[in-house]
């Protein structure tokens, strides 16, 4: 039933579209899109996409023309959400579940900040070499694994020197108090290394950005190998809530660390370039998992963040995000977490 009513919409959708003529002039552009994207549509959704892409283009000109003359600090570009509606993006790119309150026992520790910290006015972890490459969660709202595997190569880096790719579908399919490709929490991610003994890597568990349904099958779709694990911690740190500078203290003296983002504007989904920072409106809401790899300053003395995103490279700069730092953009220090090693000796 759902899926007639959704082609209806889409139908109906696409008779009106058709009637408030596409663009001719972008034809060559929409078809290069495509072509780039590997997208294919059946033939009564492609003027529904068309019109969705042009008016996300039409948005993205129009910022950027502004950016050009100073109005923004950041510039915007075309990417693969370009066929998608902000409802669509929204629902699809809604994957941490900031709310969920199951972990208020778990092994957490507050981060006790300090008054003058004698920290560094920029550190870059990527350039460190404790930072993997850019990876892409696809369709799956999955954010919450990546930014707990980004911080936990931290941590495994910081520990032995070495960098190694950590397993996202590792703990898809074992946090089984997450809620797979629905959405879920890092801590609880943190709380399954500790509990199931370790982490194995990419390369053992490589993703696939789905999830088996375990009432269907047993419980069988945890695939942890105890012998292969890579690294283990037994507790994980919590920066007091919207504290930007124990945040950036934190990044400074423990490594990348997890953050909830509020990612809801159309702007962050085509971010492209610049130091990106929306006005507050008021009325946040954390919807998504990054990682805090280090902060810096523009020649003008601008402070930013520096974001890796799951996005793939295709978004932003190479896949990272430069946001306003000082003014807690996007309520980046509301909800930011990190993984403390396990003191034990070994792996
Ligand atoms: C901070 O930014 C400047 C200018 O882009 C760059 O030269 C410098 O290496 C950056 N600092 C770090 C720690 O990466």
New binding site residues.
Partial sequence: MLSISVAALIWLVSLRTLSTALDPTVEGTWRDWKATHGKEYAQEEESFRRAMWEKNLQMIQDHNKQADLGKYTYWLGMNHFGDLTNEELDKRLHCLLSDVDKVTKGNRITFKSSDDPDI?D???W??KGGVTEVKDQGSCGSCWSFSATGALEGMHFKKTGKLVSLSEQNLLDCSKENYGCDGGIMELAFETVRKQGGINSEKSYPYDGTVINDQICDGESCRYEPEESITRCNSFGQIMENDEKGLQEAVAKIGPVSVGVDARSSKFHFYKSGIFGEHNNGKQELTHAMLIV?Y????EGKGYWILKNSWSTLWGEKGYMRLAKGSNQCNVAEHAVFPIPDPKKGK
């Avoid at 810096?296 to 020649?299: E, I, L, V």
């Fill in positions: 560094p920029q550190i870059d990527r350039t280090g810096n300053h523009s020649s």
